[in-house]
């Protein structure tokens, strides 16, 4: 069974970088897609970063030119390294892998089969 593990959120002012870490189990690098989704309270849960099959990202503009997706060498580990931390960042953050969809469907969190359990992030002003 697969499983995903999120973590490295925390606390951290206006400006501030953090490196989330999701440490996947039972999971394919070379056959599924990832992404990283973030839920502010009150809010629906919205796409950040899109790590694709073939190692194209995507980012949502809101974060571009500030996050970065990536995985490690030897790929267990999906990272979300996050710079220039704006309060609105602030949300639970989760990692998620698939391999059911293909093209402008990797935005849409329902062909996301594996779910992290979610880190908080909270930038403060």
């Known amino acids: 069974q697969a499983q995903l593990e999120d973590s490295g959120g925390g606390s951290v002012q206006t400006g501030g970088s953090l490196r989330l870490s999701c440490t996947a189990s039972?999971?394919?690098?070379?056959?599924?897609?990832f992404g990283w989704f973030r839920q502010a309270p009150g809010k629906e849960r919205e796409w950040v970063a899109i790590?694709?099959?073939?190692?194209?990202?995507i980012y949502a503009d809101s974060v571009k030119g500030r996050f970065t997706i990536s995985q490690s060498n030897d790929k267990p580990t999906l990272y979300l390294l996050m710079s220039s931390l704006k309060p609105e960042d602030t949300a639970m953050y989760y990692c998620?892998?698939?391999?059911?969809?293909?093209?402008?469907?990797?935005?849409?969190?329902?062909?996301?089969?594996?779910w992290g359990q979610g880190t908080q992030v909270t930038v403060s002003s």
């Open positions: 790590l694709d099959v073939d190692g194209r990202t």
């Open positions: 039972g999971v394919n690098f070379n056959t599924h897609y």
């Open positions: 998620a892998a698939g391999y059911t969809g293909t093209g402008s469907l990797l935005l849409q969190s329902r062909v996301y089969k594996y």
